[in-house]
């Protein structure tokens, strides 16, 4: 049981998808792709945006104001 758990811990940097070389200037492009933002559809980050502050507003999250009802 100790030698999994050994292998195991060990098999977590090796695992990983960190990489020690920089991204290339050559590479840049491929992650400025829109997909591979992290909300690719801002009309639909926006409104999930607007919903949780619609909800989050009513128990006092980021900011104190708006009753939770959405009409903000």
Known sequence: MKHRLLLGLLMVPLASACSLQPVQ????GH????EMAWEPDP???AYRRHV???K?????????GGGGCGCN
């Open 56 to 64: 989050e507003a009513a128990t006092g999250g980021p900011v104190l």
């Open 43 to 45: 009309l639909l980050a």
């Open 25 to 28: 200037p050559w590479q840049r």
């Open 31 to 34: 992650l400025a792709r829109p």
């Open 52 to 54: 949780q502050f619609s």
